[in-house]
C-alpha cells in the first residue's frame, strides 16, 4: 500500500501517516519521499487492530458534547480506559457507533 492509500484506509492525512512511521508503529519498505512508499498491507491491517483505529468515530469533543459532559470529563474516561478511543490522532477519535 502507498502512503496516499494508507491515509484513506485510515481516515486520516498522509502528514498523519508520517508521524506513525516516526513513531514506530508503521514500517515503509522503501524510503521515499510521502505518498510514494510502500508499506506491508499485513502491518497496516494489524497496526489497525492493535491501536484501535476506528473506521466511524467522532471527536472527543463532540462525544462530550453529545453526552453533556465536559471534555476533560471524557478525557478522563478515556485515560481509565472506560471509554475506547484512538489517541494517535489529533484530534482523539471515539467511535461514533457508541
Request: glycine content about 6%; overall charge positive; some cysteine.
Amino acid at each position: 500500500m502507498t502512503a496516499k492509500e494508507v491515509a484513506e484506509y485510515y481516515g486520516c492525512s498522509v502528514r498523519q501517516v508520517d508521524n506513525l512511521c516516526k513513531k514506530g508503529i508503521l514500517h515503509p519498505k522503501k524510503s521515499y519521499f510521502r505518498g510514494e512508499r510502500d508499506f506491508n498491507v499485513m502491518e497496516v491491517m494489524q497496526a489497525k487492530n492493535d491501536y484501535n483505529i476506528m473506521d466511524e468515530w467522532i471527536s472527543l469533543k463532540l462525544y462530550a458534547m453529545a453526552r453533556g459532559i465536559s471534555y476533560m470529563a471524557a478525557y478522563r474516561m478515556v485515560r481509565s480506559g472506560d471509554l475506547e478511543a484512538c489517541t494517535l490522532f489529533n484530534p482523539i477519535r471515539v467511535s461514533a457507533l457508541e
